[in-house]
């Protein structure tokens, strides 16, 4: 299985996407968010491929508890239709943890 389809990034651009934005805001934070999303594939891509040499079920059970975190805040994204960007920022900034935690394998 990839990284992407592990991760379920075409799942949140998608959720992204979706969000109506309403404002000059909401669009400066989804091009945030969208920007955050990309930089957190490619580093959880490149720590996969470089500190777990392309060994993903490796780097999923070194960091079995925030992997467990963020797919829980994306099933649960799933089981709703978010009408602001909030949960979608959640679900990024558990991202940003889970591979602020394989920095240190």
Known sequence: MEVRQRFE????????????????????????????LEQAMFRLVESVLVDFNGNLDTFANR??????????LNARLRATTPVNLHPIAVCVHALQELIGTSLSP
């Not at 990034?9 to 955050?36: C, G, I, N, T, Y």
Request: hydrophobic content about 40%; charged content about 40%.
């Open 9 to 36: 990034f075409d799942f949140l651009e998608e959720a992204l996407a979706k969000v109506p934005l309403r404002d000059h805001w909401d669009r400066v934070a989804a091009r945030d968010l969208e920007r955050s």
């Open 63 to 72: 960091h079995r508890r925030p992997v467990a975190a963020y797919s829980d």
